[in-house]
């Protein structure tokens, strides 16, 4: 199975900064399905990004995703107070479907 | 509007038997699948497995393979997750997701504690 290791676990910024998360996989995702979801404390995930790069409905632009491959980055441009949470990648690309282990989000 | 409607709380024995259920609106419950996620407490998203409700064609992770049954039944539009003798390790929430590949929308989540 594919194995995906998100880094850094913690990220501590400031609102207003430029987020980067990455995700890498034990081997090649394949047509790039690699899913990006939000969690915040007490609620079920929520969906951020699809096929590694596409928004999905309703997510503002200031989320967006990219890579191929073993190597995908979800970007978030100016943090806003609501998107200190934590993320969480996903690829669907080889069965079974897995997860990353997530990484925090936290105001500095 | 789509939605995922969940089962409530659970509080069971080891050895005792569970099923959990989640009731999909809003959309054709056949054509669409339906998985379950784990999350233990404080811990990350583990994908469990998948059915699809049109055929019951279901797949599991091999780390649930022989642990749970997913079922689904479209007459009353709700897929099943089921224990025959739980575990205290599977204490956790677990979700229900629309979505064959990624997830596009989730269930509230059903909190099942296992305690002796």
């Known amino acids: 199975e594919i194995v995906l290791t998100q880094s850094p676990g913690t990220l501590s910024l400031s609102p207003g900064e430029r987020a980067t998360l990455s995700c890498r996989a034990s081997q090649s995702v394949s047509s790039s399905y690699l899913a990006w979801y939000q969690q915040k404390p007490g609620q079920a995930p929520r969906l951020l990004i699809y096929?590694?790069?596409s928004r999905a409905t309703g997510i503002p632009d200031r989320f967006s995703g990219s890579g191929s491959g073993t190597d995908f980055t979800l970007t978030i441009s100016r943090l806003e107070p609501e998107d200190f949470a934590v993320y969480y990648c996903q690829q669907y690309g080889s069965s079974p479907w897995t997860f990353g282990q997530g990484t925090k989000a936290e105001i500095k | 509007e789509v939605q995922l409607v969940q089962s409530g709380a659970e509080v069971r024995k080891p050895g005792e038997s569970l099923k959990i259920s989640c009731k999909g609106s809003g959309y054709s419950f056949t054509t669409y699948w339906i998985g379950w996620v784990r999350q233990m407490p404080g811990k990350g998203l583990e994908w469990m497995g998948i059915?699809?409700?049109?055929?019951?064609?279901?797949r599991y992770s091999p780390s649930f393979q022989g642990q749970v049954t997913i079922s689904a039944y479209q007459s009353i539009s709700t897929a099943y997750l089921h224990w025959g003798s739980l575990k205290a390790s599977d204490t956790a929430m677990y979700y229900c997701?629309?979505?064959?590949?990624?997830?596009?929308?989730w269930g509230q989540g059903t909190l099942v504690t296992v305690s002796s």
């Open positions: 059915i699809y409700p049109g055929d019951s064609d279901t």
């Open positions: 096929g590694a790069s």
């Open positions: 997701a629309r979505g064959g590949s990624y997830f596009h929308h």
